[in-house]
């Protein structure tokens, strides 16, 4: 069997050790791996790269992804899905594991539809995807973010400042949850709650009643204020031009936010944005394993004929969901564990 690999959307850590399992467990059932460089343009402008154990060999715990990804969408032009499927079949592939989150897998799904043999694989450091309880690259992401606020912790306290730190997280405060209680966050600000600046400085001010006099406020990137500082309630854009996929690209919530705060309370207030860093470097063990089995269990579905449906981390297992399903909706943070976050604030 020839199976096509592609890796699409934002890089995120362990995506090699997905490619990295699909092309080991296919050698051991006699199947050939082509990988698709550069996301879906790999099947619109194909130069494909053949992948064997030797190749894959030492990429376990190397970030980023060996075949290259894009945001390239294959619905943007009328001409794209028909296009996707002939290269497909000139490339002589009979099944195509695509790696990626809401919008990868959104295409994956209506490719499959129009007879696309495809199987999906959750990436996101965003956490956002629906049916899977995690996506690999989430742990690693809020690891870096954890220890970035300990850090930040120790500069808050010597200087007496309040430091707003801006994490990733486009529609769902995932990492910004984590990372928070993880970091010990005074406050934590989510896309799934509007901002409510009152309450925030209020936090604060009560904080430093108490005697402390610094405070750490960790902020997701798609965040937005109930009434921005100034005007409307819009999110806050690094560029306006969207992206294939008609994302906008975010960022500078956290120095709008400081501002506001500083005036308000009048504490010294910095922020810093990590930004791309948290989607570098190494995965952690947690993420290097649980990519590990998505990449077993999707080459299984192939060589089953399962197509149409992404791999799923339920509980400890992992399961066969539809793509439908998966792309169907965003899955947000779940408000039990940010209960538990709010529990420390202030
Ligand atoms: O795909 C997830 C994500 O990490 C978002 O949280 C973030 O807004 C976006 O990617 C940034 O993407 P880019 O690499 O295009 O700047």
């Keep these: 069997m020839k199976i096509g690999v592609l890796t699409g959307g934002g890089d995120c850590p362990g995506l090699n050790a997905v490619i990295r399992a699909v092309v ?3 050698d051991a059932q006699s199947s050939r791996v082509v990988g698709l460089r550069n996301g879906w343009k790999g099947l619109l402008d194909p130069s494909p790269m053949d992948l064997d154990s030797r ?6 715990h190397v970030g980023g992804t060996v075949i290259g990804t894009s945001r390239t969408n294959p619905f943007k032009d009328a001409a794209g899905p028909e296009k996707a499927l002939k290269n497909f079949k000139l490339l002589g592939l009979e099944a195509l594991i695509a790696i990626g989150g809401e919008d990868t897998l959104g295409a994956a799904a209506k490719l499959y539809e129009r007879g696309l043999p495809v199987v999906g694989v959750p990436k996101t450091i965003d956490n956002d995807l629906y049916g899977t309880d995690f996506t690999f690259g989430f742990d ?5 973010a954890t ?3 300990d850090r930040i912790h120790t500069t808050a306290e010597s200087h007496n400042r309040v430091m707003v730190v801006e994490v990733m997280g486009r529609h769902a405060g995932w990492i910004a949850t984590y990372a928070g209680i993880a970091g010990g966050a005074d406050v934590i600000l989510v896309p799934e709650i509007p901002i409510d600046l009152d309450e925030v400085c209020d936090m604060i001010l009560r904080r430093h009643s108490r005697g402390k006099s610094f405070s750490i406020v960790v902020v997701a990137e798609g965040a937005q204020f109930i009434e921005k500082p100034g005007g409307d309630r819009d999110l806050i854009v690094q560029e306006s031009q969207k992206d294939e996929f008609g994302h906008v690209r975010l960022g500078g919530i956290s120095q709008v936010l400081s501002k506001a705060i500083e005036r308000r309370t009048r504490y010294e207030t910095r922020f810093v944005v990590l930004g791309h860093v948290q989607r570098g470097g190494s995965p952690t063990a947690h993420d290097r394993v649980l990519a590990t089995r998505f ?8 060589h089953q004929g399962e197509f149409g449906k992404m791999a799923a981390l339920q509980g400890n297992r992992i399961v066969a969901i539809p793509l439908a399903e998966a792309t169907s909706q965003l899955k947000t943070v779940d408000m039990e564990i940010y209960g538990i976050a709010k529990g420390f604030f202030g």
């Design 24 to 26: 080991r467990k296919s």
């Design 147 to 149: 220890d970035a606020i």
């Design 55 to 60: 190749m894959v060999s030492g990429i376990l």
């Design 140 to 144: 690693t992401a809020v690891s870096i």
């Design 295 to 302: 990449g077993v269990f999707a080459t299984e579905m192939v």
